[in-house]
Nanobody
Framework: QVQLVESGGGLVQAGGSLRLSCAAS????????MGWFRQAPGKERQFVAA?????YYADSVKGRFTISGDNAKNTLYLQMNSLKPEDTAVYYC??????????????????WGQGTQVTVSS
């Protein structure tokens, strides 16, 4: 099993940057398929980015967000630049213990963090 704890959210003006962190405990996080999702009020949870060697991004964040991992620290990151008001959401870190054919769907992910709020003001 793995436990995930996100941090780094906050309030930022449009055009600004934030870096989210996801600290993993338990099994070594490098053995998992890791992802970031977000959920805005009244909307479904949506894919943002994923990584296991190769990185994957939602079209809406491509070129602005960067997912990365530090195996030594067992920590996943999401660097978010050029933030827009529509990026406002709770951001969740997730781990998929066995790749089930999709990195962008919610269902295949076994473990989730508690989420961290990101608010972008216009």
């Amino acid at each position: 099993q793995v436990q995930l704890v996100e941090s780094g959210g906050g309030l930022v003006q449009a055009g600004g940057s934030l870096r989210l962190s996801c600290a993993a405990s338990g099994r070594t996080f490098s053995s998992y398929f890791m992802g970031w999702f977000r959920q805005a009020p009244g909307k479904e949870r949506q894919f943002v980015a994923a990584i296991r060697g190769i990185t994957y991004y939602a079209d809406s964040v491509k070129g602005r967000f960067t997912i990365s991992g530090d195996n030594a620290k067992n920590t996943l990151y999401l660097q978010m630049n050029s933030l827009k008001p529509e990026d406002t959401a709770v951001y969740y870190c997730a781990a998929q213990s066995l790749y089930r054919g999709s990195y962008s769907s919610v269902a295949p992910y076994d473990y989730w963090g508690q989420g961290t709020q990101v608010t972008v003001s216009s």
